[in-house]
């Protein structure tokens, strides 16, 4: 068994797993083990669980990355017995008992709420659901705004859509009362208002790296910044 974790990244709503494309490149050339698996997206609860699933399947200690609305994924999560740490990467860290609604009203809302498009979804019982992207003409600046723009055009288009139930969802658990975590703050955040990030992270007890002018898709414009902490939690969790 690895005494090395392996780091599990979790995407966060409108987008997939290839946003950690730069991020696994700078682990991987680190000899540390990642995976990103795919993040359904479809409310709190069950995503947290299947999060936990995947990590409970790893030999060996796992750190688990957040990014946004993973960062709430990662919070429940987190209780999985091998996980040894915790990286919110402009994230949510929710308090146990809290939802994503309650979290971000601490605080001003970002332009983020204003732009959102609402989709319908089948469900298994025959009824509708919502779900929400981004609208494509504010993505670039509300999600992604120091990414080239040749490059938000594609990720606008490849949204992946959030069930909207997710927003009022209640956190089960917080690992971090007993997980040690750190977190990266993007300070020029217009998708999560930096001072939820900051907030969160400091409730936490986080170790908080902020980084000036970075957007919400900050692993995609900064993935070194972004995969030194994540260095740094796999360094003194080994």
């Not at 690895?2 to 050339?29: K, M």
């Not at 498009?117 to 992207?133: D, F, H, I, L, R």
């Amino acid at each position: 068994m690895s005494t090395t974790p392996t780091v599990v990244l979790i995407h966060g709503a409108f987008a997939d797993a290839t946003s950690w494309s730069g991020v696994i490149t700078e682990l991987q050339g680190h000899g540390i083990p990642v995976i990103a698996p795919p993040n359904p997206l479809r409310g709190l609860a069950s995503d947290a669980a299947y999060v936990a699933s995947v990590a409970a399947q790893i030999d060996g200690p796992v750190v688990l990355v957040g990014h946004s609305y993973g960062g709430a994924l990662i919070t429940v999560a987190g209780v999985t017995e091998n996980v040894v740490g915790l990286v919110y990467v402009a994230a949510y860290a929710l308090e146990e008992g809290e939802s994503l609604g309650e979290l971000q009203g601490r605080y001003p809302l970002s332009p983020l709420v204003s732009n959102l498009k609402e989709w319908t979804y089948p469900t298994p019982g025959g009824e509708s659901a919502v779900e929400v992207t981004i609208a494509e003409d504010a993505f670039p600046s509300v999600f992604a705004a120091d990414v080239p723009a040749e490059v938000t055009k594609v990720l606008a288009a490849a949204q992946r859509p959030l069930a909207a139930a997710a927003f009022e969802e209640k956190a089960a658990a917080a690992a971090w009362h007993t997980k040690p975590s750190w977190a990266l703050v993007a300070a020029a955040d217009e998708a999560i208002n930096p001072e939820v990030e900051r907030f969160g992270a400091k409730r936490a007890g986080a170790t908080v790296v902020e980084l000036e002018g970075a957007s919400h898709a900050v692993a995609v414009s900064r993935p070194k910044e972004v995969a030194d902490l994540i260095r740094d939690a796999v360094r003194a969790t080994s």
